[in-house]
Nanobody
Framework: QVQLVESGGGLVQSGGSLRLSCTASGKSVDLWSMGWFRQAPGKEREGISCISGSNRYRNYTDSVKGRFTISRDNAKSTLYLQMNSLEPEDTGRYYC????????????????????WGQGTQVTVSA
């Protein structure tokens, strides 16, 4: 019983920045992996970035490396995605996710392994 609520999406020009937030409530997710996924129109949901429950491991899909940064603040039960140098190809609905794994140093960007999702927040990047 974990609820995730995203915020921070919007319309931004190419080259601009946004910071997405995801606040968790209910059961504690302090030791859970968390991640960000996006879905563009007509495309499958893809994993953008994830962070392990231990906060010792994080990874990114190649297209956002060097531009996006995932972080978490357990005191605030909040996950963040700092998005810089945004491109039109970044447009999509961004979903926060949380998933417990036995290895707290592990996370996954595979949607099929994720059981808990937020409602998503729209990000639109204009050229």
């Amino acid at each position: 019983q974990v609820q995730l609520v995203e915020s921070g999406g919007g319309l931004v020009q190419s080259g601009g920045s946004l910071r997405l937030s995801c606040t968790a409530s209910g059961k504690s997710v302090d030791l859970w992996s968390m991640g960000w996924f996006r879905q563009a129109p007509g495309k499958e949901r893809e994993g953008i970035s994830c962070i392990s429950g231990s906060n010792r491991y994080r990874n990114y899909t190649d297209s956002v490396k060097g531009r996006f940064t995932i972080s978490r603040d357990n005191a605030k039960s909040t996950l963040y995605l700092q998005m810089n140098s945004l491109e039109p190809e970044d447009t999509g609905r961004y979903y926060c996710a949380a998933q417990r794994f036995s290895n707290v140093d592990y996370c996954s960007r595979l949607p099929s392994l994720i059981h808990t999702w937020g409602q998503g927040t729209q990000v639109t990047v204009s050229a």
